[in-house]
């Protein structure tokens, strides 16, 4: 009929779910609802402070087994990747290896970490080029990419060295976290709040 607008159905699933033998299951469900593709995701390494590529290596191999096996029944298979920035992606008490966010009065967003440290960077590419290698033809990043609003220790961020010297580069000026809060977060519009939000917004 023309006009009629075709909707493409896409379904998220656990790549790890908690029995092995459901896969078949899903596969009628979905065949059923006519899916076109699913999203495959995994915690990775939520909350284990363990940040090296084994696991990813694992999850890419599991990756490319139901890519096989979903096949054969015409659905696409695409890999949703979260968390980014992290959810808390530490054990309790477990020691950073990134720069994690750091709030108006100097408190740290545990696990959540900073996207101008290069180390985090250059961890969350590789993971990315590991998964990439599965041969899966589409990823989907996990959109939580904020730097504020990380309650309670970070309504507003971030104020770590990383972005204190990022600011200093672009603006001259030679501030302290809290004479930039003063100026940010208080007052009327001024140039410090203007550079400050342009270094966040480009972070």
């Given at each position: 009929m023309a006009g009629t607008r075709h909707c493409r159905t896409y379904v998220p699933l656990c790549l790890e779910p908690?029995?092995?033998?459901?896969?078949?299951?899903?596969?009628?469900?979905?065949?059923?609802?006519?899916?076109?593709?699913?999203?495959?995701?995994?915690?990775?390494?939520?909350?284990?402070?363990?940040?090296?590529?084994?696991?990813?290596e694992e999850l890419a191999a599991k990756l490319a087994d139901r890519m096989e096996?979903?096949?054969?029944?015409?659905?696409?298979?695409g890999y949703w990747m979260a968390p980014t920035l992290g959810w808390g992606?530490?054990?309790?008490?477990?020691?950073?290896?990134?720069?994690?966010?750091?709030?108006?009065?100097?408190?740290?967003?545990?696990g959540?970490?900073?996207?101008?440290?290069?180390?985090f960077e250059e961890y969350f590419c590789s993971t990315?080029?590991?998964?990439?290698?599965?041969?899966?033809?589409?990823?989907?990043?996990?959109?939580?990419?904020?730097l504020h609003l990380r309650e309670p220790d970070v309504p507003f961020?971030?104020?770590c060295p990383l972005h204190l010297e990022k600011f200093r580069?672009?603006?001259?000026?030679?501030?302290?976290?809290?004479e930039i809060v003063r100026q940010v977060l208080y007052g009327k519009p001024n140039k410090v709040r203007e550079l400050w939000l342009k270094t966040i917004g480009q972070s």
């Amino acid at each position: 009929m023309a006009g009629t607008r075709h909707c493409r159905t896409y379904v998220p699933l656990c790549l790890e779910p908690l029995a092995d033998n459901c896969w078949e299951e899903y596969a009628e469900a979905l065949t059923k609802m006519g899916a076109e593709r699913v999203f495959l995701s995994a915690p990775a390494l939520r909350n284990n402070g363990n940040f090296n590529a084994d696991k990813f290596e694992e999850l890419a191999a599991k990756l490319a087994d139901r890519m096989e096996f979903f096949r054969p029944y015409g659905i696409k298979v695409g890999y949703w990747m979260a968390p980014t920035l992290g959810w808390g992606m530490l054990s309790r008490g477990g020691e950073s290896p990134y720069q994690q966010l750091v709030g108006p009065d100097g408190k740290v967003a545990e696990g959540i970490f900073c996207p101008l440290d290069k180390g985090f960077e250059e961890y969350f590419c590789s993971t990315m080029q590991i998964i990439a290698k599965s041969g899966v033809d589409l990823i989907m990043l996990e959109d939580d990419y904020r730097l504020h609003l990380r309650e309670p220790d970070v309504p507003f961020g971030c104020f770590c060295p990383l972005h204190l010297e990022k600011f200093r580069q672009r603006s001259g000026l030679e501030l302290t976290r809290e004479e930039i809060v003063r100026q940010v977060l208080y007052g009327k519009p001024n140039k410090v709040r203007e550079l400050w939000l342009k270094t966040i917004g480009q972070s």
